[in-house]
């Protein structure tokens, strides 16, 4: 039986491909955030 948790056997390889790209993705965005928090605060910090 074949579920969107479960997908069929014959694409596990094509599901960890996606699964990699996401992870990926969260990453790049964490670090978008993160340098764009940090330019915040220096731009903060020389206003002030």
Known sequence: MTTRLNP???????????????QRE???VNTALIEL???VAQLAEHLV
């Not at 069929?8 to 996401?22: K, S, W």
């Open 8 to 22: 069929h056997p014959d694409f596990n390889e094509i599901t960890q491909l996606i699964h990699a790209a996401r």
């Open 26 to 28: 969260v990453l790049a």
């Open 37 to 39: 928090y940090w330019q």
